[in-house]
C-alpha cells in the first residue's frame, strides 16, 4: 500500500504565506485532499480535488500539485488557522485510503 | 441540514464486545460509501474501512481486516463498526465520514465528518 508523508509542524507568522506539502507515488496519479482537525473536533474537508474548497471555506486556502508532490497553501494566515492539517487520496494499488501523517501548523 | 451522528462515549474491559453507530440524515443515505477513521489519542487520522450501505458491499484496510466488523441498517439510515474482544490498543477516537462520489472512480473525498466516538478500553 502507499503511503502519504507530511511535516509533523510548520509555523508562520500571523499574515503571512504558509504552505504545507504532501508527498507520496499515489499522488503522481491521484489528487490529494486536504483537512483541517481543530482541537477536540472532527476533521473538515478543506481542499478537493485539482484545487476546489467546498462552500464556507475561505479563499486563503489553495491547492496545488507538482510531480508527487501536493500542497495546501494559506495566503495570509489567521490566528483560527492554527490546527492540524491532514491530506489524503487513495491508494495507487487498489480501492484503499491513504491519509498522511498530519502537519500541526502553528501560527505565531 | 446533512449530518452523520455518531453514538456517545464507551468505556470497556478488554475482551468485551462493543458496537458504535453513525445515523445519516439529510440526504439519501443509501447513495454514498461510509468510512470508519480511527484517531488514536494524540495521533493522527488512520483508515479503517468502507461500507455502502444499499448492499453492504465492504472493504477493510489490511491494517484492520479481521479486527472489527463493518455493518449497516439502511432502514434506519445506520452505520455500525463493531469489535468482538476489545483491547486497550483500541482506545481512540472513531469517525465515520460519508465518501463523497463513487468508490472506484472516487478521489477518496470525505465531505462530511460524524462528530466523534471516544472509545476507553482499560481493566
Known amino acids: 500500500s502507499s503511503e502519504l508523508t507530511q511535516d509533523p509542524a510548520v509555523s508562520v507568522a500571523l499574515g503571512q504565506t504558509v504552505r504545507i506539502t504532501c508527498q507520496g507515488d499515489?499522488?503522481?496519479?491521484?489528487?490529494a485532499n486536504w483537512y483541517q482537525q481543530k482541537p477536540g473536533q472532527a476533521p473538515v474537508l478543506l481542499i478537493y480535488g485539482k484545487n476546489n474548497r467546498p462552500s464556507g471555506i475561505p479563499d486563503r486556502f489553495s491547492g496545488s500539485r507538482s510531480g508527487n508532490t501536493t500542497s495546501l497553501t494559506i495566503t495570509g494566515a489567521q490566528a483560527e488557522d492554527e490546527a492540524d492539517y491532514y491530506c489524503?487520496?487513495?491508494?495507487?494499488?487498489?480501492?484503499?485510503?491513504?491519509f498522511g501523517g498530519g502537519t500541526k501548523l502553528t501560527v505565531l | 441540514e446533512v449530518q452523520l451522528v455518531q453514538s456517545g462515549a464507551e468505556v470497556k474491559k478488554p475482551g468485551k464486545s462493543l458496537k458504535i453507530s453513525c445515523k445519516g440524515s439529510?440526504?439519501?443515505?443509501?447513495?454514498?460509501?461510509i468510512a470508519w477513521v480511527r484517531q488514536m489519542p494524540g495521533k493522527g487520522l488512520q483508515w479503517m474501512a468502507i461500507?455502502?450501505?444499499?448492499?453492504?458491499?465492504?472493504r477493510y484496510s489490511p491494517s484492520f481486516q479481521g479486527q472489527v466488523t463493518l455493518s449497516v441498517d439502511k432502514s434506519i439510515s445506520t452505520a455500525y463498526l463493531q469489535w468482538s474482544s476489545l483491547k486497550a490498543s483500541d482506545t481512540a477516537i472513531y469517525y465515520c465520514a460519508r465518501l463523497w462520489g463513487p468508490l472506484d472512480t472516487s478521489g477518496m473525498v470525505f465531505d462530511i465528518w460524524g462528530q466523534g466516538t471516544m472509545v476507553t478500553v482499560f481493566s
Open positions: 489524503n487520496s487513495r491508494d495507487s494499488s487498489d480501492n484503499h485510503v491513504v
Open positions: 439529510g440526504y439519501s443515505f443509501t447513495s454514498y460509501w
Open positions: 499515489s499522488l503522481r496519479n491521484y489528487y
Open positions: 461500507i455502502h450501505p444499499d448492499d453492504s458491499d465492504t
